[in-house]
């Protein structure tokens, strides 16, 4: 919907919320952005099935069309996960997420203040930072959920109270 306004299921604690990034790496012009969205994957000019009743408009292969969307992004990061678990299956929930976010590349350009929580979704980072990590000691944000920043203007300070799991 290309808005920083929260969404749902996205601004929910434990949902991970996917945008889209082109070729380049940037946010895509139509993807959600800002603090609930937490990651971004590649969500323009992916190839995906359509019904059989319907004509491909880019492709012209039957049964295939290039299409773009946040929704196209999201089986990116399920892929990846899925890919976790494969290789560690007692992994937990909350360190996948832990993984995912760490793991996460800077968008390679800001435009507009347009960013999202933690980054693009880096596989090859991600099952690097899985195969060397020992321990299951990890700290999770739980950023969905602040709401208010209290800022005193004469003294320049702000606070907010930050939960975590470890």
Same mark, same amino acid.
């Given at each position: 919907?290309?808005?920083?306004?929260?969404? %749902?299921?996205?601004?929910?604690?434990?949902?991970?919320?996917?945008?889209?990034?082109?070729?380049?790496?940037?946010?895509?012009?139509?993807?959600?952005?800002?603090?609930?969205?937490?990651?971004?994957?590649?969500?323009?000019?992916?190839?995906?099935?359509?019904?059989?009743?319907?004509?491909?408009? *880019?492709?012209?292969?039957?049964?295939?069309?290039?299409?773009?969307?946040?929704?196209?992004?999201?089986?990116?990061?399920? *892929? *990846?996960?899925?890919?976790?678990?494969?290789?560690?299956?007692?992994?937990?929930?909350?360190?996948?997420?832990?993984?995912?976010?760490?793991?996460?590349?800077?968008?390679?350009?800001?435009?507009?203040?347009?960013?999202?929580?933690?980054?693009?979704?880096?596989?090859?980072?991600?099952?690097?930072?899985?195969?060397?990590?020992?321990?299951?000691? %990890?700290?999770?944000?739980?950023?969905?959920?602040?709401?208010?920043?209290?800022?005193? *203007?004469?003294?320049?300070?702000?606070?907010?109270?930050?939960?975590?799991?470890?």
């Amino acid at each position: 919907n290309s808005k920083d306004l929260p969404t %749902f299921p996205c601004s929910y604690e434990n949902v991970v919320c996917v945008g889209a990034h082109d070729n380049r790496g940037e946010l895509s012009s139509f993807s959600n952005y800002g603090s609930k969205v937490d990651l971004v994957a590649p969500g323009e000019y992916i190839i995906s099935t359509i019904p059989k009743n319907l004509e491909s408009r *880019a492709l012209r292969i039957a049964h295939y069309d290039a299409k773009r969307g946040s929704s196209q992004g999201a089986p990116f990061v399920t *892929a *990846a996960v899925a890919t976790l678990k494969l290789l560690n299956p007692d992994i937990l929930n909350d360190k996948v997420r832990s993984l995912l976010f760490r793991s996460s590349k800077n968008l390679t350009e800001n435009k507009n203040n347009r960013f999202v929580k933690f980054g693009a979704l880096d596989m090859g980072k991600l099952l690097s930072l899985a195969k060397i990590e020992e321990t299951n000691a %990890f700290l999770n944000p739980l950023l969905k959920g602040i709401t208010e920043i209290k800022y005193k *203007a004469f003294d320049r300070r702000f606070s907010f109270t930050l939960p975590f799991k470890n």
